[in-house]
């Protein structure tokens, strides 16, 4: 580029690519890389960054890995969920932690290992995920994270197996000398008529200054079915860029439900395929970003096949000088026949300072469709918050306790009542009081 | 009174003639034969020098042109839109096109161009007393006759070309022209203030509302000849219009390009209601030839309490890039948008509006009903935008989109954005087909296929044209019918 250098993309490139011995993998980084240093940041320009300017970010330089990730202290305790001991991965900025996780008796059928082992085992069944070249404009992370994830997740469930216990998967960030920059990639593949319940979460502790990338690709063949639960809860400082794709085959059904609540610059994209005729998805999601957080998900699902369903539901509530960004767009390939669409945001306001802005969208190529969308942007009914206050409730408590009812929706249908209920009080922390 | 109903109806039958003659092969795809003068084809600072001159402007529209042009050699041209369009170049365009004898009054106008609107159905003369509209019919590029120009001039209603404008009202023009869309504005929008060959001004003053309703019918003619109007409409405090737009084209194999801006002003308590009906030639079934629509409609809620309507049919052209929009500036003003559009064949539309809230108490309302049949592709794009100061402002958006048939295309995309905790902004959008039950219903009543999916694609449009003017509301019905024909089955 003959532009001057940006601090951001210059000091990616300072750094050595991760060696992996493997020609394919060292190939893709390369390539991948290239393609990073060759388009840089995209600007709000590129319709998918419309809403989030990159533009201080670009003028951080980061230092790419930390070398003493396996020696940071990290307070185990606070990564436990209550009535959970499943088997559980934990990466501290990006590198694995076999003290902190637990691989130990995994139940049968079910792979668990980081991806750094996976790689130097058989790298061959990883190819197809690894090898993969970014090309959308917008793509400036996936790309950066193709070149630099030297670890990450192998999940896989064998077919037709049923696992009962939830995999947890943990991504700590630390505060680090510096600023660091982290990369994981993740792969998770559920054989036919498999099931799984994965809780991902990212964590953060202390004052973290830092950039992660997470890329996860997630395959489900026919008839397997997938609970994920995803909280994002990343240090105050910390900017988050992760991406999670998924793949659907016949019958497969995944329910996601996703708390984005951490972060000062938190980008999630969420892209789905339903592939196969009669794949489900189903999404629940809220976003809360506050103070001067910026929290940006997109989320793009696909019909591709014959009686698809898809429904979402997601909710924002925005204070401070904060701005929650969303967009959720529908396609409805030619042929998906059958296709059955809903997609709903609402979307609370609660500072004068603060920014919501929403994109439903739908593209439609079918005509045996239904498909809909809503999306509100508003405040809490002021008759609710009379009639609260008509019995006693005084008018902050009445406040709080409508936000929460808005945003708990999303979480109603989670069938694990402890998870529920301790996502329940995390988000009660982060409403506004 | 009765002489008023009897006329009216008179009119409702002329205006269902007139769709009827739209017939299935669009049979308004006559091309009048009368000797055109233009400029020959290019553009650069010369070609915009000798069209002022032959306009006879002041040296400050020249500059003001040369402005406009300057800045669009800086921009690209727009891709976001969803259209898959060939680069247009603009070196192959005529820019200027006009009936060779310039007429002073309709008595000296040529024949066949009156027999053209003849054939439209334009209702100037006395079929225009009877319809109680006054016509400024813009024949190409130079305006060919104003009617009833004493009657609005008795209530103080300037309409008239903007050729005419720019030399009869230099002063208004000069304080209106380019305040709602800026020369820089968009790539189209600057080529148009560069090239703009005429289009109608209007001027509403303070307390006055205009005694009839203004109707323009644009006709593109001479093949090459991209058409560039400049609409401007401005109604001062308290004032009150309603303006109609309707268009053809005669049938060409070379797409056309229409680039036309139109700006509305609206001042302290001032409403202004603007319908259109554009059914240019969209091409043929196999997608050649067709009109290309870009076009810049802005309305400017000036001042307080101001409402700005935009009511859309689209059933035309082979590429409409539209966006009507409202900037609600005002406090307590209102904006609407009431809009169906068409397509069939290989159309393409991207089309919606955009309402900027700025004032505090502002109310907007969006209302699309997008038809796709054949292969085309129709998107509804819209915006609502929330500023910090627009306390309580309120939006309530509904698109619904019905397929008729595998290979088309509806599509949604409408963009929120909200600074202010006290607006309420909603968006509802439905895709899906003519249900196998309402047709099944319909045929079981003895109804045939074609007629009960004209019914319930009238029924499925009834909110916005319920929101047209009478003459306009009857022609909408029957374009519909005839511009789906083909569609089922």
Redesign the interface.
Known sequence: MSEPAVPFVASTLAAPLPPSGIGWLDEARRENLAAFADAGLPDTRV?AWK?TALRALAQRRFVQGDAQAATREVDAAALALPGLDGPRLVFVNGVFRGDLSDLANLPAGLTLQPLSQALAQDAEPLRFALSRRYRERGDAFARLNAAQAADGVVLRVAAGAKIATPVQLAFVGVAAEGELAWHARTVVELGEGAELALVERHVGSGVARQLGTLVADLVLRDDARLSHVLVQDAAPEAVLVHRHALQLGARAHVSLHALELGGSLVRHDLQAELAGDGARLDTRGVFVPRGRQHIDTQLAIRHQALDTASSSTWRGVADGRARGVFRGAIVVA??ADGADARLSNK?L????N??????????????????????????LDERALFYLRSRGIPQAEARTLLTAAFCRAVLDDLPDAALREHLDGLLAVRLPA | MTSERDNAAAVLRDNAEVAEALGRSYSAGFITEIESTGLPPGLDEETIRQLSAIKREPEWMTEWRLEAYRHWLTMPPPDWAKLKLDPIDYQALSYYSAPKQAPKSLDEVDPALLETYEKLGVPLHERAALAGVAVDAVFDSVSVGTTFRKQLADAGVLFCSMSEAIREYPELVRKYLGSVVPQGDNFFAALNSAVFSDGSFVFIPKGVRCPMELSTYFRINAQNTGQFERTLIVAEEGAYVSYLEGCTAPRRDENQLHAAVVELVALEKAQIKYSTVQNWYPGDENGIGGIYNFVTKRGDCRGDDSKISWTQVETGSAITWKYPSVVLRGDRSVGEFHSVALTHHFQQADTGTKMIHIGKDTKSKIVSKGISAGRSNNSYRGLVKVEKGAERARNYTQCDSLLIGKKCGAHTFPYMEVKNPGAIVEHEATTSKISDDQLFYCRSRGIGEEDAVSMIVDGFCKQVFRELPMEFAVEAKKLLEVSLEGAVG
């Open positions: 319709e809403y030619p042929g979307n306001l609660l500072s004068p603060a920014e919501i802005d929403t994109k439903p969208e739908l593209e439609i190529y079918a005509d045996e469709v239904q498909a809909a969308h809503g999306a509100t942007v508003g405040q």
